[in-house]
């Protein structure tokens, strides 16, 4: 039986956006797999919420191809729009209703039946862990509580893609970690979710991939393993049993850097499968055997300071 890869959920191409001599977006290329989480990093004013609205259908574009779950999104906006759900960075609760009104009110909204909006209701409200609320006002949830609804209304649809625009910002780190396991969860199901965050952590736990925007391009585009090797800064630590076999790796491999009371030996590498083979090949034809072997990468933010030479702290 022959398997055909599934179809991409977004595909951007040459994506331009200005506002009068102000280029945000400066032709920018994506490609968003169906089933994946895709992050869009950038510090602020690049052009992340700009992008979210062109692929939500909420602006237009000034020139580029994009595609949404096969649809373009100029010519078929309503079949994107159908295809999609958007929570913004401001939570559209409201206050006066209760979770499971607010519920409903978007279950109408997207013109769902009466059994099929009862059925919907009950299914977002016991995922979203929100039973013991849903009758209560929204005006009295917690800010994690208020975000889950807002992600939970912008599922009522059932979407097959799910943008979220900086889901986590002002969450305590409890809230923050809640709602990132609803969001693996709803990819196990098979959405798609295209997120911004302020929060280079954030796109390293969740993304599959990532894309750095930057002065309205992208700069650099992966999966974090791959972000992380772009810039130095990586090594291998090699711990040993005997000092012998120390020094001989440390003469072998030109190490920048030697523990001799833990018997550690740092060595300069990206920690690809490739480097790994390489290192551990020319020990093995040494005669030398490392204890312990780990690797240590780059993080998110030395990418986001090497590529952009802005402190994390300008992320939004």
Do not use: C
Not at 203 to 213: E, F, H, I
Not at 218 to 231: F, M, N, S
């Amino acid at each position: 039986m022959t398997h055909h890869p599934r179809p991409p959920a977004i595909t951007v191409t040459g994506l331009r956006k200005s506002y009068r001599d102000h280029h945000v977006l400066d032709g920018i290329d994506l490609r968003v797999e169906a089933g994946t989480i895709f992050a869009l990093l950038g510090p602020n004013g690049a052009g992340k919420t700009t992008t979210v609205q062109i692929l939500s259908t909420l602006i237009g574009a000034d020139a580029g191809e994009i595609r949404v779950t096969g649809h373009d999104v100029r010519t078929e906006p309503d079949a994107v729009r159908a295809a999609i759900g958007l929570t913004g960075q401001f939570a559209a609760v409201d206050n006066l209703l209760t979770g499971e009104e607010n519920l409903a009110m978007m279950a109408t909204l997207h013109h769902l039946g009466r059994a099929e909006r009862k059925r919907r209701t009950v299914a977002l409200i016991e995922q979203f862990d929100l039973v013991d609320a849903a009758r209560k006002p929204a005006s009295t949830y917690s800010g994690g509580m208020r975000r889950r609804l807002d992600i939970a209304m912008g599922l009522m649809s059932d979407p097959k893609v799910l943008f979220l625009d900086e889901p986590t910002t002002g969450l305590d780190p409890r809230s923050r970690r809640a709602v990132w396991r609803l969001v693996r969860e709803l990819v196990a199901g098979g959405t798609t979710v295209f997120l911004t965050t302020q929060y280079l952590e954030e796109a390293d736990q969740l993304a599959d991939r990532v894309a750095l925007l930057d002065g309205g391009r992208i700069v650099a585009q992966g999966t974090p393993e791959e972000l992380k090797r772009l810039v130095p800064g990586g090594h291998v630590n090699l711990r040993f049993t005997d000092p012998r076999d120390l020094d001989a790796a440390a003469r072998l491999l030109g190490a920048s850097a030697r523990d001799d009371d833990e018997l550690t030996l740092q060595v300069p590498g990206d920690g690809g499968v490739d480097s790994l083979h390489t290192l551990l090949g020319r020990l093995s034809a040494a005669g030398l055997r490392a204890a312990e072997l780990s690797i240590h990468t780059p993080d998110l933010d030395d990418v986001f300071l090497a590529l952009t030479g802005q402190p994390k702290e300008s992320v939004r």
